[in-house]
């Protein structure tokens, strides 16, 4: 299912040069299932047209209050019943002034200040002094007060040539945000630490033993535990994934890099899934040079020791400090038996188990949740679905209310 499937949308242009960002940002938000109705700002109209959203959006776009293609002239009062949220992005200075003190003086004003119980999210846009100003900061204190959700800004190089906080968030950032909003908080207040991909344990300084791991499920729950309302710490072995949007990662290569860096931080964590592909042993004798043929062309003799067991060590944490434990287990034959035994040996509330054949390096999987109860298979879905389900599954675990 797309994550923004039935979503209506008012997206609302202020005047600044990100108004080019609010076309890429339509786009993506479209192909996640949203429908959009524009309004434009006269001072929108100075950075991009209008023709260039309807184009887009496939509805006319809206730019005068008195706009007569409502048949009792009230577009402002319409616009915003039907929709499920107004996203103000770029949103200028001078608008967001106006918002914080309630003017209703143009049709984007005016439909902010009669939508009722429609959510408002703006997304600020100006030059970093513009953002420090007592002034704006005191609007900003007061539309969060107000109950609006404010999504950034950035910070980076800005269109006057300077660098500082003020950008608008970019595109994909704006749809993380904005498919964030509507997924139900249900780890609210709660730190979540992850391990995600695989892990990578040197021979010499060239070559390396690792697996096929993708690190696509571990992302994806990291991104689902913060769309959930979590505050998010990712472990990550070397992968080709951008980080999760407000997770914060860490990246190591082998697994003893990888378990320093979780028993770091599982202390503070409330959560700990393991989700790495984590490799069982590691070359004792690997090469701090580049291993050479020589004349006999036999090939090196690499001699293996066990690396330590992170869900374990997590697991045998003192009570006071341990994490809710949640393992996974990619098996290639008789899942249910090796999960329940993992599971079991680990010493975990609950794993997860999963064909790996069929998982690795896919953008699907049919998840299994072992737990006290037995086993529950569900359905083949896409690894963003399955997260989400889990992230849920886990919620109920810690608050079953």
């Given at each position: 299912m797309q994550a923004l499937a039935n979503k209506r949308i008012i997206l609302g242009l202020t005047g600044g040069i990100a108004c080019y960002k609010s076309a890429e940002f339509l786009r993506r938000a479209q192909d996640m299932g949203a429908e959009f109705d524009v309004v434009m700002t006269q001072g929108a109209q100075q950075f991009i047209t209008p023709i260039t959203f309807g184009a887009l959006s496939g509805r006319q776009v809206h730019t005068d209050l008195w706009d007569n293609s409502s048949s009792d002239n009230m577009a402002h009062i319409h616009?915003?019943?039907?929709?499920?949220?107004?996203?103000?992005?770029?949103?200028?200075?001078?608008?967001?002034?106006?918002?914080?003190?309630?003017?209703?003086?143009?049709?984007?004003?005016?439909?902010?200040?009669?939508?009722?119980?429609?959510?408002?999210?703006?997304?600020?846009?100006?030059?970093?002094?513009?953002?420090?100003?007592?002034?704006?900061?005191?609007?900003?204190?007061?539309?969060?007060?107000?109950?609006?959700?404010?999504?950034g800004p950035g910070a980076g190089d800005q269109a006057c040539g300077e660098i500082g906080d003020g950008r608008m968030l970019e595109p994909l950032q704006l749809l993380a945000e904005l498919i964030a909003f509507f997924q139900p908080k249900s780890l609210t207040g709660k730190r979540v630490l992850i391990t995600a991909g695989p892990t990578s344990e040197p021979i010499d300084p060239i070559r390396t033993i690792t697996n096929r791991s993708s690190g696509k499920m571990g992302y994806a729950i990291a991104q689902a535990a913060f769309n959930a309302g979590a505050e998010v710490q990712l472990v990550s072995g070397p992968v080709k994934l951008d980080a999760p949007y407000g997770v914060t990662r860490q990246s190591v290569e082998s697994a003893r890099d990888m378990h320093r860096a979780v028993m770091d931080l599982a202390p503070t964590a409330?959560?700990?899934?393991?989700?790495?592909?984590?490799?069982?042993?590691?070359?004792?004798?690997?090469?701090?040079?580049?291993?050479?043929?020589?004349?006999?062309?036999?090939?090196?003799?690499?001699?293996?020791?066990?690396?330590?067991?992170?869900?374990?060590?997590?697991?045998?944490?003192?009570?006071?400090?341990?994490?809710?434990?949640?393992?996974?287990?990619?098996?290639?034959?008789?899942?249910?038996?090796?999960?329940?035994?993992?599971?079991?040996?680990?010493?975990?509330?609950?794993?997860?188990?999963?064909?790996?054949?069929?998982?690795?390096?896919?953008?699907?999987?049919?998840?299994?949740?072992?737990?006290?109860?037995?086993?529950?298979?569900?359905?083949?879905?896409?690894?963003?679905?399955?997260?989400?389900?889990?992230?849920?599954?886990?919620?109920?675990?810690?608050?079953?209310?």
């Open positions: 616009l915003s019943r039907e929709a499920d949220a107004i996203v103000i992005a770029p949103a200028s200075t001078h608008f967001i002034a106006r918002l914080a003190n309630g003017l209703a003086d143009d049709l984007l004003s005016t439909l902010c200040v009669a939508r009722g119980h429609c959510p408002l999210i703006i997304a600020p846009a100006m030059n970093k002094e513009m953002w420090a100003n007592p002034a704006t900061q005191r609007n900003i204190a007061q539309l969060r007060a107000d109950g609006v959700h404010i999504i409330d959560v700990f899934i393991s989700v790495a592909a984590v490799a069982d042993w590691y070359v004792v004798n690997a090469s701090n040079q580049k291993l050479k043929k020589d004349q006999s062309q036999q090939a090196p003799k690499l001699e293996f020791a066990p690396n330590p067991d992170i869900l374990a060590s997590v697991a045998s944490m003192p009570i006071a400090q341990r994490p809710y434990c949640v393992g996974f287990a990619a098996e290639t034959e008789k899942l249910i038996e090796h999960a329940h035994a993992k599971r079991l040996r680990k010493g975990v509330p609950l794993l997860v188990g999963n064909l790996a054949q069929d998982a690795m390096n896919a953008d699907n999987t049919q998840l299994m949740i072992f737990d006290e109860a037995g086993h529950n298979q569900w359905p083949v879905q896409s690894k963003t679905e399955a997260a989400q389900q889990l992230i849920m599954h886990i919620a109920q675990q810690l608050d079953p209310k």
